[in-house]
C-alpha cells in the first residue's frame, strides 16, 4: 500500500467519524489523530449549526480542555482571515461536501462567535462539568449550594484523621480495632483510609444492598464454609484435644508447614493423612482469621466512611469523588435528567467523550444518563442529537481510579444499541494508521501486540490491530539495550568497616543513569540530525519515561545536570523533600526561634548564606552555654544584620511577601541556583505559590504556614508537555498519557509490580487480606485473578509507553537488588523482536526517503536581550510636593476608635453619622421647615432633633447656617509644599471673614482645646492656609462641632 | 448636553480642566454639583483636579457618588445596614437546615444580590411563578420554596423593622430628587460623569439631569464612529453596549451627542475593529488593512507562568520611574498577581499598594483576632505560639520583653518535649473552655468573651490593649464593624464556638480597608473598573486570560439563562460587556502593554478573547502583536554553570573530639560520623516538635517504662493485671490521646500477654533479672583512652552463672548480619561491658550464653524473641564475637583519634542511619547518590 492512499484510507475514517448527525465511536490507536478527529468533529457540529453552548465535550485533563480550547480557537481565527479559495478547500476537506459557499460567511464568524458564546464552550472535565451542575442544582442534590470542593488532598487527609479520631474511642468499634491494631498502627490505618479511593463507592454501595454487614458476615461464613460458633480453638479440637498444638504440628511438618519428609515417606499412611488434617485445619484458621479481619475492618472503615462524609456535609464540602457520585444520584432521579438539561440554559445536544478507555463507571453513569434523555426523552424528536466516543483499550491505564477497559467494550454494546434502537444513525471506526511514529516502533508495537505475554489485556485475542505508519518514507530508529547488570560483588563481609566513603557508582541504575546522560550530550553535542526534520536534535525533542518515581530519576537528573544537559525537572515534585525548600522552612523556623541552634546552623550552610563547615565549627566550637545566635554578632556581623533585618520584617509581612523579600530582594534565588542548578527555581516558584494558596483558607501567620506546610507531604503536578523550555523532560508513563516525543528513552523496564492486592472482591463480596500469613489458599484464584488484570494493565503502560515515540525509541534497563521477574517490559521487548535475545543490543531502522521542504525562517520581534543598567539600582527619589501632585500624607495619626465593648457604643456611632446627615440638609430648610420637618421624623431613639433646633437658633450660630453658606465643599491646593486634597463640612464666605467648621462624631469629645487630637488641628490649619491663599484679605476662622454633644469649639 | 469623552483622554483630567474653564466667582466651582458612579471615582476626580490646577488653590464642585446622594424625607424609611441584612437572611438560611453558619453567611450574600437585581430591575415576585413548564414544576417548587426566604420571609421582616432595602432605598431617593427638581428647577448645574447606565432606574435618573437647564452628563468613550451596521448589531458581550442602550432610554441619537476635544488614533482604529460584534466578523477579511503604526507604543508580553509575569510587570514599572514626571499603573483584576508584584517592586524599595485594598481579615488587628479564636479553637501549641508571637500580643509586657519572654519558654518546651503551657498574665484558659464545649452559644457572649482577652492580650506597658488594637485604619475599621455586630449579634441563631473562627473571619472578609494615599506619586496598582476614569502614561494590563480579564459569570444556583431572560433580568454577559468596554478604555492609553502567562496553577490558559479577537484583526492586516518572552529574565534567575556541593567531611582538631560515647552513639558514629560531629562537637541539639502525632517511637518509651517499672515489682504482685495497669499509666504520661491509645492499647494488651508468659517461664528456671543498669568502661587505645558507657535494658542472670543480655525493640529488630558486621553494635557492646564486669558487682563472672532482641510491637502473637545465635552453625562462638567486636571498636577508635580521619556524613550510603536529625545539615540529598529504594 503506497502511503497516499495509507492517508486517504485515514482521511475517509476520520470524515466518517466526523459527520455531524450520527453518533459514533471511534476506537484510536496511538497517534491515529484522535485530536484532530475530536477538533474536526466539533467544527463540523458548529458549521452544521448546532449552537455552540450545547455542546459538551468532555477531556480526560483540565490541560487536555485548555489545549483543545484553544486548538479550535487557532484554526477558527485562521478560517476567519483566509481568503475564499484556501478557506474553500479546508472546509471541503474537512466536511467532504463539495459545495460549501453557503458555509464561508458562517465558518469567518464562527471564531468570534465561540469566544462570545454565553456561558463558554463546555470543553471540560467531568469532574468540572459535574461540579458545574452541582452548582446549578444544590437544591435538588441535598448539599450547600456554596459547597466547596476538596481539591487540596492535604484538608481530606485531615477531615479524614478527625473521623478516625471520633470512631476509634467510640466504645462500640473496641472489639474491631482491637483486631484491626494488629496489622495496622494508626497511621498505616489512616493511609489505608485514603487509600481506600475507588473502592469507597463499591461497600457503600454492598453496604446499601439488602445485605448489611450482618449479611456480609453471614455470606462470607457460607464462602469458606463455617459456622459462626467456629473459632480457631474449635477448629483445632476437631483434629487435636491436646495443649501442645505446636508441638503436634511438629511432628508432622517443618518450620515452614510443609510436610516433613520422614511423614511422606512413612509406611504409615496414617501419618500422611494426619499431617494434611493438619495442613487444612491451618488453612482454615487463616481463613477464619481472614474473615474476622474483614469484618472488623469494615465495621470500623465504613464507621469511619460514615463519619467522614458528616463531616464533609457539616462543613459543606465535597471531596473530588463525590462530584461525580452526587451527580450521578442526582440524575438518577427520575425526571431528573430531563429538568437538569432543561435548566443549563437550555440544554445540550451533543456530548464528545475523550479517553473513554480511562472514564470511570461512575462517570459513565453520569454520561449515560444525560444520554438517556437524548434518545428517548423530551428533546427525543424536535432535534438530532449525537454521542461521540473515542478512546483505545490499548491505553487504559488507570485502572486504580476505577478505570476499566472491559466497561470501555461494555459502554460500547449498550450505546449502540440504545441508539439504534432509537433510529437514530451509529458508527463504529477504528483507527489504525499512525501518524506519529515511524516503522521501525510501528514494527516494535506490532510485535508486541502479537507477543503471547504482551498481546494481554491489551487487545482481544480475535482482533488484528496492526497498527500502519503514515510515515513509513521516514527515517527512524528503535534500539534496545541489554539489561545492565550487578557487576559480580567480592562478597568479602568485613566485620566492623571503617567509616571510610564509599561510592555507589557502581550500582547498575547509577551506570545506566549516566550511560542515558553520555547518549544525549553526544546527541547535542555532535549536532546529531533528526532526519526527519533535517535539523540537530535539540534538548527539547528528548523525553525519558519510567514506570514509577524512584531514587533512579533523581540519579538521572544529576547524570543530565553533570553533563550540562537542559532538564525540564521532573513531573511531580515533593516539595517538602526538595533541598531549598527545606532551607526556607529552617530559615522560617529559625526567624520564628532565633535560640533554635541547629535550625540556625542549617540556614548558615544553606546557599542563602553558604558558611563553610571550618566557619561553622568556629562559630559553634566551645560556646558552652551560649546560642549559636549570640555567637553570630561578633563572628559574622554581615550575615547577623541580614538575619536581624529578617526579623523585623517577620512582624510586618505575611509569609509570602516575607519569602519574596528573601528570594528577590535579598538574592536568595540567585544563591540556590547557584548550587543546585536552574530547575530547583521551579520548587522556589511552587514554595511561593503555596505561600498564597495557605492564605486563601488560613490566616497569615509564618508560624502557621510552616505548619501547614509540614503536615503533609505536598506533591506538585507539572505539566511538562508544552515546549516553551527547550529541555530534556523526565516523567512517568501514567504522566506522558497524550503527550509525544521525537526521542523517546525507557530505561526502567525491568520493574513489575508483583505487590498482592489487599483488598479483593470474591463474588461481589470484599476481602481484607492484611498480611500473607493469614491469605487461606481459598483466596489465592482472586488474588491470583487481581494480578492477572495487574499484569494487562503493565501490558498496557507499555503499549502508551513505546508509543510515545516518534522518530526514535532506546530502550533500557538495569537490575535492582531483587530478582527481576519473568515478562518484565524487556524480556518481552527482545524476546517480541524475531531473532534476538536480552544479551545483546538490538536496533531497527527506517530509512528517509522522504523529501523535506526548506523552512522559511520566521521573522521574530526583536526583544531586548540585556538586564538595563537601572534594573540593579534603586528608585531615583521623587521630588517634594510630587510630580504629578498627589495629596500628601498628614504627619499625624487619627486617634483610635473607641472599643466595641464600650457599652451603647453602636448607638453613638449611628447617632453621629445621624446627625452628620441632617447637618447637610437642614441649613438650607427655612426655620419653619426645620421645625416641622424634625418633628415629623421620628428620631426619639437619639434624641436629638431638639439638640440641633437649639444649635440653629442660637444666635451666636447663625451665621454658620446662613444663605452665605454650603456644606461639603471639597478644595485642593498646595501649601507649603504639602498638598492638600480635602473637604470642609461647612463653608461660610462673609465679607470680612471666612468661616471653616469640621462635623466630628467622636463619642468622647475633648472638654478643651488641648486635649483634641493633633491631626484634626492640623487638618484645620492646613484648610486655613489653603483658604487664606484665596481670600487673602479676608480672616478665616475654623470651628470644630462635636456631635455628641452639640457643642463648637473654635480653634485658634 | 451630552458630552463623550474619548479614552485616548483622561477622563477625569479632561473634565477637570473643562470645568475649571467655567469657574467664575469666589465660590468657585462649589455651587455646582457632580454626580459620579461612585466613591473611588469621586476621589479620581478630585486628584484631577489637584493636577488640572497645578497646586493652585480651588474650590470645587461638590463631588457626590451616587450612592452618597441623601434624601430625608418622612416617607423614605431608612435603610438597613448590609451587616444586618446579612446576618437577618443567614438566619433565615440556617433555619432550612444542613447548612453550617459560615456557608449560610456567605449564601445570604448572594440572596442578596439577588433581591437587589430584583429590585433594582423592578420585577415583580409572582413572575417567578410561571417562568418554568409545567412538567418540570415540581423540580421548580424545590427552588421556589428556597427562593420564598426573600419573596415571603424577608419583606415581612423589613416591615416589622420599618426598614427598605439600600437597593429600594436609593431608587426612592433618587426618584424624590428628580421630583424635587420638577418642584423646583434647580439654579446651579447639576453634571453626571462616569456613568454608563445599566440599570433603569440610573437611566432614568439620568434622563431627568438631561432634561434640566443646566444639566450635563459626560459618558466615558461612548463610540461615535463605527458603522451603523455594528451599531445595530451590538450584543451584550460588546463594550458599547449599555452605552447604546442608555441612549436609547434618554431618548437622544449617537450623533447628538458631542464629544470633548475629539481625536482619533490609530490604536482606536484597531480596538474598535477588533471588538466588532461577532456577527459581523465575517467582513474582517475584506476590510482594508491596518496600517503599521497601530502598533505604535504596543508591547505584549507572554510569560510562563504568573511569577515570571510579576516579574516583568515590575521591571516595567521601574522603567517608567526612569522618565521624570512619567506616571505608570498595573491594571488587573487578579488580585495574587498584583501581590507578587507589589512584592517584586520592594527590590528596588518601592512601596506600591494595590488600591484593591485589604480586607480586615488580613490586616493587622484582623489577624491578630483570628490567630486568637483559631488557638483557641484547636487547643494546639503551634497555634497558640503563632498567636504570641503576633506583633500585637504583649500581655502587658513591652514588645521585646514579651518576645524574649515566648523564645524562653518555647525553647523551654521544646528541649524538655513537655507540653507547653506559658504563664501568661492574661487569662486566656477561660475563653479557651468555650471551644471545648461543643454547646450552642450566643454569639455576643463569644464575641465579647473573645474581645475581652484580646483587649488584655494586646496590652502593652504602656498602652491599654484598647488602644492599641482599635487605632490606624485597620483597627478603626474593625472596632467600627465589630461594634455594629455586636449589636446585631442577638438577631443570630446561636452558634457552636467550633464554627466561630470561619464565620468572623466570612464576617471581616466583608470589609476591606483601603490606603488612605497613594505609596507612590506616580505608580498605582488598579482594578478596571478603578483604571477608568484615568490614564497614566504607561498602562500594563495583565492577566489577560480568559477567566481572569474578562472575568466569566459564576454559577447561577437559581436562575438559569433564559430564566432571567423571562424575568426582565440582565443576562450574566452584560458583565463582560462591561469589562469589555473597561479594557477598551485602558486599551488607549498613550503607551501599553499587555501581559499574560502560559499556565496558571498548572494548567494552561486560555487567551483573553480580545487579545484573540486583536490577533486575528491583526493577522488580517498581515501584522502581528509584538511579542516578547520573558527570557530577559533568565540573566536574573537562571545560572549557566551551577556548582554542586560535596560530602561534608569535617577534620575537626584532636581536643574537640569526644573521648567517651554511649553505645548507641557508637552505632551512630559507624553508619553517620558527621552526626556525632554535629551532636558532640557543635553541640547542635534538634528540637523536638510541638505538636507532633504520637507514634512508633512513644509506644516504645512508653513500653521500655512499663516492663521497667513492672519487674521492680515485688514478685507476687508481678499480676497481669498490674502491667496491664501500669500500660495505661504510661500512655497517659506520654500524652497518648484517647485516639491514640485506641490504636495502641490492644497491642500493648498482646504483648504485656506474650511478655508476662515468658517472664513466667524465666522465673520458672529461678532466673533473676538486671534492669536498667548503667556501666562504664575505660578501654585502651593505643595508649589513649577511651570510655564507653550505656544501659542496658536487662540483663538475665541464671542459677548456673550463665547470663543473657536482652535488649526490647519494639520496632524491627537488626539482622544478625548487621550485628555481626558492626553496624547494629548494641548487644555485642552490652557483652563487651559485661564480659569486663563492667556492670558492678552482681554481674561478674558471669558466662554470657546469648543476646537476643525481644520484639515487643504487640503484633501476631504480641512478641517474639530473636537471638543473634545463628541457627544452625555449630561451631559459633558468642564470646568470640565479641573479642572480634571489641577490637571492631578499638580500630574505630584509633581512627577518629586520627587527625587526618574526617567525620564524613554518611560513608557508606548503603548503612545510613534511618532516622537522622542532622540530615539536612550535612544536605545529604544534595550529593548522596542512592542505593535503589
Not at chain 1, 706 to 735: F, N, P, Y
Not at chain 1, 743 to 762: E, G, H, Q, Y
Not at chain 1, 945 to 963: A, G, T
Not at chain 2, 897 to 925: F, I, T
Request: overall charge negative.
Amino acid at each position: 500500500m503506497t502511503s497516499l492512499s495509507l492517508k486517504e484510507e485515514a482521511t475517509k475514517a476520520q470524515q466518517i467519524a466526523c459527520q455531524p448527525e450520527i453518533s459514533a465511536w471511534v476506537s484510536a490507536s496511538a497517534g491515529s489523530g484522535k485530536t484532530k478527529v475530536l477538533t474536526d468533529r466539533v467544527l463540523n457540529l458548529l458549521l452544521s449549526g448546532a449552537e455552540a453552548e450545547k455542546i459538551l465535550c468532555i477531556t480526560f485533563t483540565k490541560t487536555a480542555a485548555a489545549e483543545m480550547a484553544n486548538r479550535l480557537n487557532k484554526i477558527l481565527r485562521e478560517w476567519a482571515m483566509l481568503p475564499t479559495s484556501e478557506l474553500t478547500q479546508q472546509l471541503q476537506k474537512l466536511t467532504g461536501q463539495g459545495d460549501i459557499s453557503h458555509l464561508l460567511d458562517k465558518a469567518r464568524s464562527l471564531f468570534a462567535y465561540i469566544l462570545e458564546v454565553k456561558g463558554g464552550m463546555k470543553i471540560m472535565t467531568i469532574h468540572s462539568f459535574c461540579q458545574s451542575v452541582l452548582k446549578r442544582f444544590p437544591l435538588e442534590t441535598g448539599i450547600s449550594p456554596s459547597f466547596e470542593v476538596l481539591d487540596d488532598n492535604k484538608d481530606a487527609k485531615i477531615l479524614l484523621s478527625t473521623a478516625i479520631r471520633i470512631i476509634v474511642t467510640d466504645a462500640q468499634y473496641a472489639e474491631s480495632l482491637r483486631i484491626v491494631s494488629d496489622y495496622k498502627t494508626e497511621q498505616s490505618f489512616t493511609e489505608l483510609m485514603q487509600s481506600l479511593g475507588k473502592e469507597r463507592n463499591k461497600l457503600k454501595r454492598v453496604l446499601d444492598s439488602a445485605m448489611g454487614l450482618k449479611g456480609i458476615e453471614e455470606k462470607l461464613y457460607q464462602l469458606f464454609s463455617f459456622s459462626p460458633l467456629d473459632t480457631e480453638e474449635s477448629l483445632i479440637q476437631k483434629i487435636y484435644t491436646g495443649d501442645d498444638w505446636e508441638g503436634y504440628q511438629s511432628q508432622f511438618l517443618t518450620q515452614k508447614k510443609e510436610i516433613l519428609s520422614k511423614v511422606k515417606k512413612s509406611s504409615d499412611p496414617h501419618q500422611l493423612q494426619t499431617a494434611q488434617e493438619i495442613l487444612e485445619t491451618l488453612d482454615k484458621i487463616k481463613a477464619l482469621k481472614t474473615v474476622q479481619a474483614t469484618m472488623a475492618f469494615l465495621k470500623l472503615s465504613l464507621a469511619v466512611l460514615e463519619k467522614y462524609e458528616d463531616l464533609k456535609r457539616q462543613k459543606g464540602l465535597l471531596d473530588f469523588d463525590d462530584l461525580i457520585l452526587y451527580a450521578r444520584h442526582l440524575l438518577e432521579e427520575s425526571n431528573m435528567a430531563a429538568w437538569v438539561l432543561y435548566k443549563l440554559d437550555g440544554g445540550i445536544d451533543h456530548i464528545l467523550v475523550d479517553e473513554a478507555q480511562d472514564t470511570s463507571p461512575d462517570a459513565w453513569s453520569v454520561i449515560q444518563y444525560l444520554c438517556e434523555e437524548f434518545f428517548s426523552g423530551q428533546g427525543r424528536s424536535e432535534k438530532n442529537r449525537t454521542l461521540f466516543v473515542v478512546g483505545d483499550r490499548k491505553q487504559s491505564i488507570y485502572r486504580f481510579q476505577g478505570a476499566d477497559p472491559d466497561a470501555f467494550e461494555k459502554m460500547h454494546a449498550l450505546f449502540k444499541e440504545r441508539v439504534l434502537t432509537s433510529k437514530h444513525e451509529w458508527k463504529d471506526v477504528p483507527l489504525n494508521i499512525s501518524f506519529r511514529s515511524t516503522q521501525p516502533i510501528l514494527d516494535l508495537v506490532n510485535y508486541l501486540l502479537k507477543h503471547q505475554h504482551a498481546k494481554a489485556g491489551v487487545v482481544l485475542d480475535h482482533e488484528d490491530t496492526t497498527h500502519l505508519a503514515s510515515r513509513e518514507d521516514e527515517g527512524g530508529l528503535v534500539e534496545v539495550w541489554p539489561v545492565e547488570e550487578y557487576e559480580k560483588e567480592n562478597k568479602i563481609e568485613k566485620v566492623w568497616p571503617l567509616p571510610r566513603i564509599h561510592s555507589n557508582e557502581a550500582l547498575p541504575s547509577v551506570r545506566l543513569a549516566r550511560k542515558i546522560a553520555i547518549r544525549i550530550k553526544k546527541m547535542l553535542a555532535e549536532k546529531e540530525l533528526l532526519v526527519s526534520q533535517n535539523r540537530p536534535i535539540r534538548p527539547g525533542d528528548i523525553m525519558i519515561l519510567v514506570q514509577r518515581r524512584n531514587q533512579f530519576l533523581s540519579d538521572l537528573v544529576r547524570a543530565l545536570k553533570e553533563n550540562n544537559v537542559p532538564v525540564a525537572g521532573l513531573d511531580r515534585l515533593i516539595l517538602t523533600q526538595d533541598m531549598a525548600v527545606m532551607d526556607l522552612i529552617s530559615l522560617g523556623e529559625f526567624l520564628l526561634l532565633p535560640e533554635d541552634d541547629l535550625t540556625l546552623a542549617e540556614v548558615l550552610k544553606s546557599p542563602l548564606f553558604n558558611l563553610s563547615e571550618e566557619e561553622l565549627f568556629n562559630l559553634a566550637y566551645h560556646r558552652g552555654v551560649q546560642t549559636l545566635w549570640s555567637q553570630l554578632h561578633r563572628k559574622q556581623p554581615t550575615i547577623y544584620a541580614q538575619l536581624k533585618e529578617l526579623l523585623a520584617l517577620t512582624d510586618t509581612m505575611p509569609p509570602f511577601e516575607l519569602y519574596t523579600y528573601i528570594l528577590s530582594v535579598l538574592k536568595g534565588r540567585e544563591a540556590f541556583l547557584k548550587q543546585m542548578g536552574n530547575e530547583a527555581g521551579e520548587a522556589l516558584d511552587e514554595f511561593l505559590n503555596l505561600a498564597l494558596q495557605f492564605e486563601k483558607t488560613n490566616t497569615p501567620s509564618l508560624q502557621g504556614f510552616l505548619k501547614w506546610l509540614k503536615s503533609d507531604e505536598i506533591e506538585i503536578k507539572r505539566d511538562l508537555e508544552q515546549d516553551t523550555i527547550d529541555a530534556v523532560r523526565i516523567m512517568t508513563v501514567h504522566g506522558s498519557k497524550g503527550l509525544q516525543a521525537n526521542i523517546v528513552f525507557l530505561p526502567d523496564t525491568c520493574r513489575k509490580p508483583n505487590k498482592a492486592p489487599s483488598f479483593v472482591w470474591m463474588n461481589q463480596l470484599p476481602l481484607w487480606l492484611p498480611r500473607k500469613e493469614i491469605q487461606s489458599s481459598l483466596c489465592i484464584p482472586w488474588i491470583n485473578a487481581v494480578k492477572k488484570q495487574d499484569e494487562e494493565e503493565y501490558n498496557r503502560l507499555l503499549y502508551v509507553a513505546v508509543t510515545r515515540a516518534k522518530d526514535r525509541l532506546y530502550i533500557a534497563g538495569y537490575e535492582t537488588g531483587r530478582p527481576s521477574l519473568s515478562n518484565n517490559w524487556h524480556e518481552m521487548i527482545s524476546s517480541a523482536i524475531p531473532g534476538y535475545d536480552a544479551k545483546t543490543k538490538i536496533i531497527l531502522t527506517s530509512e528517509q526517503t522522504k523529501q523535506i521542504p526548506e523552512k522559511k525562517e520566521i521573522e521574530t520581534f526583536k526583544e531586548e536581550k540585556v538586564l538595563p543598567n537601572w534594573f540593579f539600582k534603586e528608585a531615583p527619589e521623587e521630588p517634594m510636593p510630587p510630580k504629578p501632585l498627589s495629596p500628601s500624607k498628614m504627619k499625624n495619626e487619627e486617634p483610635p476608635q473607641a472599643s466595641p465593648l464600650t457599652p451603647q457604643q453602636e448607638q453613638a456611632m449611628r447617632r453621629g453619622t445621624y446627625i452628620h446627615r441632617l447637618l447637610q440638609v437642614l441649613p438650607d430648610m427655612s426655620p419653619k421647615e426645620r421645625t416641622t420637618f424634625l418633628k415629623d421624623l421620628q428620631l426619639k431613639e437619639f434624641e436629638a432633633p431638639l439638640n440641633l433646633l437649639d444649635l440653629f437658633n442660637n444666635q451666636n450660630l447663625k451665621k454658620l447656617f446662613s444663605s452665605n453658606s454650603l456644606s461639603e465643599v471639597p478644595i485642593v491646593g498646595t501649601v507649603n509644599g504639602l498638598v492638600i486634597s480635602g473637604q470642609i463640612d461647612r463653608l461660610v464666605i462673609l465679607p470680612d471673614e471666612v468661616l471653616i467648621v469640621d462635623f466630628k462624631t467622636n463619642t468622647n469629645p475633648p472638654k478643651q482645646l488641648s486635649d483634641v487630637p493633633p491631626l484634626y488641628i492640623e487638618q484645620m490649619n492646613a484648610y486655613k492656609c489653603l483658604l487664606k491663599n484665596l481670600f487673602q484679605s479676608k480672616k478665616i476662622r475654623s470651628f470644630l462641632l462635636w456631635t455628641t454633644t452639640m457643642e463648637l469649639m473654635e480653634l485658634k | 448636553m451630552i458630552y463623550t469623552i474619548s479614552s485616548v483622554h483622561s477622563f477625569s483630567d479632561l473634565l477637570a480642566s473643562h470645568l475649571l474653564e467655567k469657574q467664575t466667582d469666589e465660590w468657585g466651582l462649589s455651587k455646582t454639583t457632580l454626580i459620579v458612579p461612585t466613591r473611588r471615582a469621586a476621589k479620581t476626580i478630585k486628584e484631577a483636579f489637584l493636577r488640572q490646577s497645578f497646586g493652585k488653590v480651588i474650590l470645587l464642585p461638590k463631588i457626590t457618588p451616587i450612592s452618597d446622594i441623601e434624601v430625608i424625607s418622612p416617607d423614605i424609611p431608612e435603610a438597613i445596614p448590609p451587616l444586618e441584612r446579612q446576618l437577618l437572611l443567614m438566619r433565615l438560611i440556617q433555619k432550612t437546615g444542613g447548612i453550617n453558619p459560615e456557608q449560610a453567611f456567605g449564601l445570604a450574600s448572594s440572596l442578596a444580590e439577588l433581591l437587589d437585581e430584583i429590585i433594582q430591575f423592578d420585577i415583580p415576585f409572582e413572575r417567578l411563578d410561571n417562568i418554568v413548564p409545567d412538567i418540570f414544576s415540581e423540580h421548580w417548587q424545590q427552588t421556589l420554596c428556597f427562593l420564598d426566604i426573600i419573596r415571603t420571609h424577608w419583606p415581612r421582616i423589613l416591615k416589622e423593622l420599618n426598614l427598605i432595602d439600600p437597593a429600594k432605598r436609593q431608587i426612592k431617593i433618587l426618584e424624590k430628587l428628580a421630583q424635587s427638581w420638577h418642584n423646583q428647577l434647580p439654579e446651579n448645574p447639576i453634571i453626571a460623569a462616569g456613568f454608563t447606565g445599566g440599570f433603569p432606574y440610573l437611566e432614568n435618573f439620568l434622563k431627568e439631569i438631561f432634561s434640566l437647564p443646566k444639566g450635563e452628563i459626560f459618558l466615558p468613550n461612548l463610540d461615535l464612529e463605527s458603522d451603523e451596521e455594528d451599531w445595530k448589531a451590538l450584543d451584550e458581550t460588546h463594550p458599547q453596549f449599555h452605552l447604546k442602550k442608555l441612549l436609547k432610554e434618554i431618548g437622544i441619537k449617537r450623533s447628538d451627542v458631542k464629544e470633548l476635544k475629539p481625536i482619533m488614533t490609530p490604536r482606536k482604529l484597531l480596538i474598535e475593529r477588533a471588538l466588532k460584534p461577532a456577527s459581523r466578523t465575517h467582513t474582517w477579511s475584506n476590510e482594508t488593512p491596518l496600517d503599521k503604526n497601530v502598533l505604535d507604543n504596543l508591547t505584549y508580553f507572554l510569560c510562563k507562568g504568573p511569577e515570571t509575569e510579576a516579574m516583568i510587570i515590575a521591571l516595567n514599572l521601574r522603567k517608567v520611574l526612569e522618565t521624570p514626571g512619567k506616571t505608570g499603573a498595573l491594571v488587573t483584576t487578579d488580585r495574587d498577581l498584583a501581590r507578587r508584584v507589589t512584592a517584586e517592586m520592594r527590590r528596588w524599595n518601592i512601596q506600591l499598594d494595590d488600591s484593591a485594598g485589604t480586607p480586615l481579615s488580613r490586616t493587622n488587628v484582623g489577624t491578630f483576632l483570628l490567630l486568637l479564636a483559631e488557638a483557641a479553637y484547636t487547643g494546639k501549641a503551634q497555634d497558640l505560639l503563632a498567636l504570641l508571637k503576633h506583633p500585637l500580643t504583649t500581655d502587658g509586657a513591652s514588645f521585646t520583653e514579651f518576645r524574649r519572654k515566648v523564645h524562653f519558654w518555647e525553647k523551654e518546651a521544646r528541649l524538655s518535649e513537655k507540653n507547653f503551657s506559658p504563664p501568661l498574665k492574661t487569662d486566656i484558659q477561660s475563653f479557651f473552655k468555650f471551644f471545648n464545649n461543643p454547646i450552642k452559644i450566643p454569639l455576643p457572649t463569644l464575641l465579647k468573651a473573645h474581645l475581652e482577652v484580646a483587649q488584655q492580650l494586646a496590652t502593652s506597658a504602656d498602652k491599654s490593649g484598647s488602644d492599641r488594637l482599635w487605632s490606624h485604619e485597620d483597627g478603626q475599621a474593625t472596632s467600627e464593624l465589630l461594634t455594629t455586630l455586636i449589636a446585631y449579634a442577638d438577631k443570630m441563631e446561636e452558634i457552636e464556638p467550633a464554627f466561630y473562627p470561619s464565620l468572623l473571619k466570612s464576617i471581616l472578609d466583608t470589609v476591606v480597608v483601603r490606603p488612605k494615599y497613594g505609596m507612590h506619586p506616580r505608580l498605582d496598582i488598579l482594578g478596571p473598573i478603578e483604571a477608568r476614569l484615568q490614564n497614566p502614561d504607561v498602562v500594563i494590563i495583565a492577566g489577560l486570560n480568559e477567566e481572569t480579564f474578562p472575568e466569566l459569570p459564576s454559577c447561577d444556583p437559581w436562575l438559569s439563562r433564559p430564566m432571567r431572560n423571562a424575568l426582565g433580568m440582565r443576562a450574566p454577559e452584560e458583565k463582560i460587556g462591561i469589562s469589555a468596554h473597561d479594557f477598551s478604555h485602558i486599551f488607549l492609553a498613550p503607551e501599553v502593554i499587555l501581559t499574560r502567562s502560559l499556565k496558571k496553577n498548572g494548567t494552561p490558559t486560555i487567551p483573553s478573547r480580545w487579545l484573540s479577537r486583536l490577533e486575528a484583526v491583526l493577522e488580517a492586516s498581515k501584522l502581528t502583536l509584538p511579542i516578547q518572552t520573558d527570557q530577559i529574565l533568565e540573566q536574573l534567575i537562571e545560572t549557566k554553570n551551577f556548582k554542586p556541593i560535596q560530602r561534608p567531611q569535617p577534620k575537626p582538631p584532636l581536643e574537640s573530639r569526644p573521648n567517651r560515647l554511649s553505645i548507641t552513639q557508637i552505632e551512630t558514629l559507624m553508619k553517620d560520623p558527621y552526626s556525632i560531629y554535629a551532636k558532640q562537637i557543635l553541640k547542635l541539639r534538634k528540637l523536638s516538635d510541638l505538636d507532633e502525632p504520637l507514634s512508633i517511637k512513644e509506644y516504645g518509651i512508653a513500653v521500655h517504662q512499663a516492663l521497667e517499672s513492672f519487674l521492680k515489682l515485688k514478685e507476687n504482685e508481678q499480676s497481669l493485671e498490674n502491667l496491664l495497669q501500669l500500660g495505661e499509666k504510661e500512655f497517659e504520661k506520654a500524652g497518648f490521646n484517647e485516639a491514640n491509645t485506641a490504636f495502641w492499647k490492644p497491642k500493648f494488651e498482646r504483648m504485656a500477654n506474650w511478655f508476662f508468659n515468658q517472664q513466667n517461664q524465666r522465673l520458672n528456671r529461678k532466673a533473676h533479672f538486671i534492669l536498667e543498669a548503667p556501666a562504664n568502661l575505660q578501654i585502651d587505645v593505643e595508649g589513649k583512652n577511651f570510655e564507653l558507657y550505656g544501659k542496658a535494658d536487662r540483663i538475665d542472670i541464671f542459677p548456673n552463672k550463665t547470663a543473657e543480655i536482652i535488649d526490647y525493640k519494639t520496632g524491627t529488630p537488626p539482622t544478625q548480619t548487621d550485628v555481626k558486621s558492626g553496624y547494629a553494635p548494641q548487644l555485642v557492646l552490652e557483652g563487651i561491658l559485661l564480659m569486663n564486669d563492667a556492670f558492678g558487682e552482681k554481674t561478674s563472672n558471669l558466662q554470657i550464653t546469648d543476646l537476643s532482641y525481644w520484639r515487643l510491637s504487640g503484633t501476631k502473637k504480641g512478641g517474639e524473641i530473636h537471638s543473634i545465635l545463628p541457627k544452625r552453625n555449630k561451631n559459633f562462638s558468642l564470646n568470640a564475637l565479641i573479642e572480634q567486636s571489641l577490637e571492631g571498636l578499638k580500630e574505630l577508635i584509633a581512627f577518629f583519634n586520627d587527625e587526618n580521619n574526617p567525620y564524613a556524613s554518611c560513608p557508606d550510603p548503603k548503612n545510613k542511619p534511618r532516622y537522622n536529625d542532622y540530615e539536612h545539615l550535612a544536605r545529604v540529598q544534595e550529593w548522596l547518590i542512592n542505593e535503589e529504594e
